[in-house]
T-cell receptor, first 113, second 114 residues
């Protein structure tokens, strides 16, 4: 069974631009969560989507948004990029929501110049 | 306010010996705990999990122990192998109402020497 895939793997943007990252979950998984990893803050939860609905949202500004499609694929968008948005963005999929193992993709490395 | 803490940033053990990685939490609403292993430039790999109704869970060389009264969990790797060298993260979830929202510790870098 194929794992979680994320595209693109690397991205370079400049301040003020916007970016869209994509995540394809493991086949049959309906929950997709997004995390941000930085050296200073570690791994932090952004949001979770389950059956096309946002289930939970972490403590991030409104510039960070996401959505999920009927095939469970998910996208996250960051608008008006700031230097501090440079991070590894990880997507995780799970069969269902709530106390269930999550499997992570390889991540998208975003660099904001 | 860190709700999940891994107080040892690094740990070095000899191949074949036991590795013990520790994790403490402060949020009493956490009721599901997971351990992940991460190599550089890769996403975390799920290792093992434990529900708060248990105090121990085993999977091959990996065993997780949960002490709810102390709000402490540990991951034991026996025997340790050089391929286990990676950063290990513990994570916690508040249960069904929180969906799949995980709170991660800061990680412990494990180095297994041949």
């Amino acid at each position: 069974k194929a794992g979680v895939t994320q595209t693109p793997r690397y991205l370079i943007k400049t301040r003020g631009q916007q970016v869209t990252l994509s995540c394809s979950p493991i086949s049959g998984h309906r929950s997709v969560s997004w995390y941000q990893q930085t050296p200073g803050q570690g791994l932090q939860f952004l949001f979770e989507y389950f059956s096309e609905t946002q289930r939970n949202k972490g403590n991030f500004p409104g510039r960070f948004s996401g959505r999920q499609f009927s095939n469970s694929r998910s996208e996250m968008n960051v608008s008006t990029l700031e230097l501090g948005d440079s991070a590894l963005y990880l997507c995780a999929s799970s069969f269902i929501t709530g106390n269930y193992e999550q499997f992570f993709g390889p991540g998208t490395r975003l660099t904001v110049l | 306010d860190q709700q999940v803490k891994q107080n040892s940033p690094s740990l070095s053990v000899q191949e074949g010996r036991i590795s013990i990685l520790n994790c403490d939490y402060t949020n009493s609403m956490f009721d599901y705990f997971l351990w992940y292993k991460k190599y550089p430039a890769e996403g975390p790999t799920f290792l093992i999990s434990i529900s708060s109704i248990k105090d121990k869970n085993e999977d091959g060389r990996f065993t997780v122990f949960l002490n709810k009264s102390a709000k402490h969990l540990s991951l034991h790797i026996v025997p340790s192998q050089p391929g286990d060298s990676a950063v290990y993260f513990c994570a916690a979830s508040e249960g069904n109402n929180a969906g799949n929202m995980l709170t991660f510790g800061g990680g412990t870098r494990l180095m297994v020497k041949p």
